[in-house]
């Protein structure tokens, strides 16, 4: 989440769960970078946590990017948050210690959203007017199996068309139509 933002500075909260599916406690390093849209790192924290036996952790980190680059409907600046889990096992010889576990990626964007009584959706404090529809997770007479070129043209004539926001029906949206 982004709780504070301003052309300065934004707060980035950061929130994940790191599981140990053995039977021996673990001592890992949670480990975050945040890329900004060109591919830089602006934020990198490590944090050794110790997971008990078939056991979780939830792991918090805040980071603080300056000048944001923020997104929006007509310039979607994406950061990108890779969380690596590594071994912090002292017993073992390097470079068997921080060695990766495992990795995600989650793409993201800094903004600011409110909703007001008298004048309706800002976004990054201009007020954006939704033209929004609602569609369902199939292609017509393609059929409900992901087709990323049919979704891709759908989204870009619903754009033309002024459409800013969509609502999915009936069934979970595919990640890669969420991603485009």
Not at 38 to 63: H, M, N, R
Not at 65 to 76: A, G, K, L
Not at 93 to 104: E, F, G, M, Y
Not at 112 to 141: K, Y
Request: charge should be negative; proline fraction near 6%.
């Amino acid at each position: 989440t982004t709780p504070q933002v301003t052309d300065k500075i934004a707060t980035v909260r950061i929130q994940t769960t790191a599981e140990n599916h053995s039977a021996q406690e673990a001592a890992v390093n949670a480990v975050i970078r945040i890329h900004d849209p060109d591919g830089k790192v602006v934020a990198a924290e490590t944090k050794p946590i110790t997971l008990a036996a078939s056991g979780s952790q939830q792991i918090e980190f805040a980071a603080q990017i300056s000048n944001p680059q923020r997104w929006d409907v007509d310039s979607p600046r994406l950061y990108t948050l890779e969380t690596t889990i590594t071994s912090n096992d002292k017993r073992l010889p390097n470079p068997a210690a921080d060695l990766p576990i495992d990795r995600q990626t989650t793409s993201f964007g800094i903004r600011t959203c409110e909703f007001t009584a008298d004048d309706g959706f800002h976004l990054n404090g201009r007020r954006v007017q939704i033209h929004g529809v609602n569609l369902h997770h199939d292609q017509g007479p393609l059929g409900a199996a992901f087709n990323k070129r049919a979704m891709q043209r759908q989204l870009e004539i619903m754009r033309d068309m002024g459409v800013n926001a969509i609502r999915t029906s009936h069934n979970p949206p595919a990640t890669e139509m969420l991603d485009l």
